[in-house]
């Protein structure tokens, strides 16, 4: 477990020690006004979405599936709830909707996987679209701007200092780590991903997981939503929690999960995320031109992912191992390279 | 009748995988204008010397003759250049391509480049006309049924020129009427001077087509025969050979202590798959199930588990009628199965061997209520040792261990849940004698605890020394019953494969299953 955790730790404190190359007050954390400050608290507060969406994705993506539509959850749970809200509905009422709505769209995608053998690609395809068409209907195509402190205290909020999302992610991933670690849904859903006809003839009932990990990334799809809205206080169906499937598969890919389902490493996904906001971070502090910045981050989340194949370390490590045995730094310059 | 000259001569081929030797001094003769079959048990060899004839696999050692010249091919497609053609088991064709594209893929009639669409569908009816075929070239190739399907698939082959034409088992999926067919074109080509090897495991098919035969066994030549000239009953002793008594013998199995009957299949069926048989078995009771490799034992075991729905007749568990629709639904009945294929249908590879050997407890109990970790501990602990694997770390990934550990974890995961009836689908293939002799020794135990097992094997020694009745399947359907008593011999098993059971009036030994054995 710690060697799988090894690569992507490595690559974060290296993003880190970049940022503090340029900006050597980058770590400091200090407290103003009674909440935490700093650039790490950013980065966890930001980064808060994305590590919901991606443990719900680790999950789904463990059975061997994949959920393309969590964005658009995003989308119309933050959608669902501002509109409660402006139309002055409690803030209790507002989020149980939503979520409620999320949970319905996920058991739906459940249902069109195992119920009736869609594709997962297809299938949560089907709401990745659909879903951006419906988060627009409860809108009205307008911007929903809310003005409530109690929601806002979801995704913008501060509780004993720390942000309060940041507290709200802690408690999903112990629930998660629950569920999956301390009671057999874990087991069992990597056994599904790891031979799904050997795991229906041990008698487990692969539906029922199946929806389960779907009702749950959508679940997670829709408090991220909830945190983003919460935190602009508006509701914009059309940009919010765009692409964050995307990064959220690429933050389980980077956590050491792999696509084809079986073992998955909540933590691993944890760190997928924050090397993934972190890299959207230090774009910003060390000032990479806007233009490219998108190239940038690309040619990072290819070095990430080349770093952690073990066929590609023993091919350059075997390639340049014997003539630099000796001098060992030359390895280690490579890396960043 | 003068013989032809071969026109394909392979000798003394050898080869060897990692770890075993798949083939040792071969020799293969084919001569055009006869159908010549290659026999063997699963393992025996075919695949191997096929896979060396078309240049899958380079030869370690003996020469390959075509028409007279040596050869020796870097691929299948060099193979087929030179006349040698393939059409393997599973049909290898585009099924959303139309059956003239099929036919003619990689070899479309072209001019400057662009495919001559007409031409093409006028090559392709030629083709297929010649083979008494015929179908719509321009439709898609899924529109037609497996037996079409096949045989644009030796169209596709014998087009090229070809002198030797090769079916690895291409009747495994036919019904009657499509092996007739299939036939009716084998013997059309035949008669142009094609020479034809015929890989099959159904005997009555071989005796029909076949001219001639090569047996194999464990990678060696047994020998070539004519088929006039060998009976189906040496042909099956050829096949399996003697398995000397390598293994300590069991001490004379006491009578099943027959308490009462616990499963009652009648009629149960499985349309393609194996034909409605009746079976019964009893508590305590070892039933064997003796057969060649696609008899339709797994067939016929999976039925029983739930793994597949029958589609007729009636299945009894203690008396009371129940549908097994899936294998949850059977493991509720205390069923367990341990499948024939434990990489794809047993073990998951990245869990450990733990996490493999509580799963199936662990399935029945959802995952709301894990088992606590002290009790995995224990029974994990307790099989490990009790069936002694090794290593015997209990967390280490299953796909680690060698084939005879990984069997026996799955064994382990099976009787953690204290089953009444274990079926076992061949258990012992593919690991050592020592593990064998374990795991037929816990059966032996098993089964005087109480337990029924239902045991699937191809060793017949193996399913005489460890059986209480024999139930014997041929070409997917149960013919026969047989007590296992002193007068149960290898002989009298292989006898009742080879003629198809009740077709031998002189056996008499029909056991309904009224009342216990003699």
Redesign the interface.
Same mark, same amino acid.
């Given at each position: 477990m710690t060697r799988r955790l090894l690569w992507p730790l490595l690559v974060l404190a290296l993003l880190l020690a970049l940022n503090v190359a340029v900006n050597p007050a980058f770590l400091a954390v200090q407290i103003k006004d009674g909440h935490l400050y700093g650039s790490l608290v950013d980065i966890l507060r930001f980064g808060a979405p994305l590590i919901l969406v991606s443990l719900g994705m680790t999950l789904v993506i463990a059975t061997g599936g994949i959920d393309l539509s969590v964005g658009s959850v995003v989308a119309i749970s933050g959608a669902l709830a501002c509109l409660q809200i402006s139309q002055d509905a409690g803030v209790f009422t507002a989020v149980a909707v939503a979520l409620a709505l999320s949970l319905a769209l996920g058991v739906w995608n459940g249902f069109l996987i195992a119920g009736v053998g869609i594709q997962p690609i297809i299938a949560t395809l089907i709401l990745m679209v659909a879903g951006r068409g419906l988060a627009q209907l409860v809108t009205d195509g307008q911007i929903i701007t809310v003005n409530s402190p109690s929601y806002k205290l979801i995704g913008g909020g501060y509780l004993l200092a720390v942000p309060f999302s940041v507290l709200l992610v802690l408690a999903v991933l112990a629930v998660t780590a629950f569920l999956t670690r301390r009671l057999a849904l874990g087991m069992l859903i990597e056994s599904v991903g790891g031979n799904a006809e050997a795991s229906r003839l041990a008698g487990i009932r692969s539906r029922g997981i199946v929806v389960t990990v779907y009702a749950f990334a959508a679940l997670c799809a829709g408090i991220a939503g909830l945190m983003i809205s919460s935190n602009v206080s508006s509701a914009d169906g059309n940009n919010a929690g765009l692409w964050i499937e995307l990064d959220a598969i690429l933050a389980v890919v980077i956590g050491g999960t792999s696509l084809a389902g079986g073992r998955f490493s909540l933590g691993g996904t944890v760190l997928g995320a924050l090397i993934i906001q972190t890299l959207t971070t230090t774009v910003y502090s060390i000032g990479v031109p806007p233009e490219t910045t998108l190239l940038f981050k690309a040619l990072v989340v290819a070095a990430v992912c080349l770093i952690q194949s073990p066929a590609f370390r023993a091919k350059v490590f075997r390639r340049r191992g014997r003539p630099a045995a000796e001098p060992a730094p030359e390895k280690k310059a490579e890396v960043p390279a | 009748m003068a013989e032809p000259a071969p026109i394909l001569e392979m000798t003394g081929i050898g080869k060897q995988f990692p770890g075993v030797r798949a083939l040792d001094g071969v020799d293969l003769r084919l001569r055009p204008g006869e159908v010549h079959a290659l026999m063997g048990e699963n393992g025996a060899g075919k695949s191997t010397l096929i896979k060396v004839l078309t240049g899958v696999h380079a030869a370690d050692a003996g020469t390959v003759t075509l028409a007279g010249r040596q050869v020796a091919f870097a691929g299948p497609q060099e193979a087929q250049r030179a006349g040698i053609s393939t059409v393997y088991q599973e049909v290898n064709l585009c099924a959303n391509l139309s059956v003239a594209e099929n036919v003619l893929i990689g070899r479309e009639p072209r001019r400057f480049g662009r495919i001559q669409w007409g031409a093409m569908r006028r090559r392709a009816a030629e083709l297929l006309s010649r083979l008494e075929l015929d179908v719509d070239v321009t439709a898609p190739l899924a529109d037609y049924s497996l037996a079409i399907q096949q045989m644009v698939a030796i169209a596709r082959a014998v087009d090229v020129e070809a002198r030797v034409l090769i079916l690895d088992e291409p009747t495994s999926s036919l019904d009657a009427g499509e092996v007739a067919q299939l036939f009716r074109v084998m013997r059309r080509l035949k008669d142009r001077g094609l020479a034809i090897l015929f890989v099959s495991h159904f005997l009555d098919q071989v005796y029909e087509i076949a001219d001639r035969m090569t047996i194999l066994r464990n990678g060696r030549l047994v020998g070539e025969y004519r088929t006039s000239e060998l009976s189906q009953r040496a042909l099956v002793g050829k096949m399996i050979g003697r398995e000397l008594a390598e293994l300590e013998r069991l001490e004379d199995r006491p009578p099943a202590r027959t308490t009462g009957t616990l499963l009652q299949a009648e009629g149960v069926g499985r349309a393609g798959a194996i034909e409605p048989f009746s079976l019964t078995i009893r508590e305590g009771e070892v039933v064997g199930l003796a057969g060649l490799l696609g008899s339709g034992r797994t067939e016929l075991a999976r039925l029983l #588990?739930g793994?597949d729905h029958a589609t007729s007749g009636t299945l009894k568990v203690d008396g009371r009628p129940v549908h097994l629709r /899936? @294998?949850?639904a059977a493991?509720n009945h205390k069923i367990a #199965?341990c499948?024939e294929d434990r990489k794809?249908?047993?073990?998951? @590879?990245?869990?450990t061997v733990r996490?493999n050997i509580v799963?199936?407890l662990?399935?029945?109990?959802?995952? /709301?209520? @894990?088992?606590p970790r002290q009790q995995q501990e224990e029974l994990v602990g307790r099989y490990v040792k009790a069936l002694r694997i090794s290593p015997p770390d209990p967390d280490v990934p299953v796909r680690t261990l060698s084939g005879g550990n990984q069997q026996k974890v799955l064994l382990a995961?099976w009787l953690i849940l204290e089953p009444r009836l274990l079926i076992l689908d061949e258990p012992t293939r593919g690991i050592d004698v020592g593990a064998k002799a374990e795991i037929q020794r816990l059966v032996a135990e098993l089964s005087d605890g109480g337990m029924a097992v239902l045991f699937v094997s191809a060793e017949l020694e193996e399913v005489l020394r460890l059986s209480h009745k024999v139930g014997v399947l041929r070409d997917r359907r149960l013919i026969d019953e047989l007590p296992n008593d002193a007068a149960l011999t290898t002989e009298v098993l292989m006898e009742t494969i080879a003629s198809g059971g009740g077709a031998v009036p002189g056996s008499g030994r029909h056991d309904r299953g009224d009342g216990g054995r003699s």
């Open positions: - | #588990f793994a /899936t @294998p949850h493991m #199965f499948s794809a249908d047993g073990l998951i @590879p990245d869990l996490e799963l199936a662990q399935a029945m109990r959802g995952w /709301t209520r @894990p088992v995961r």
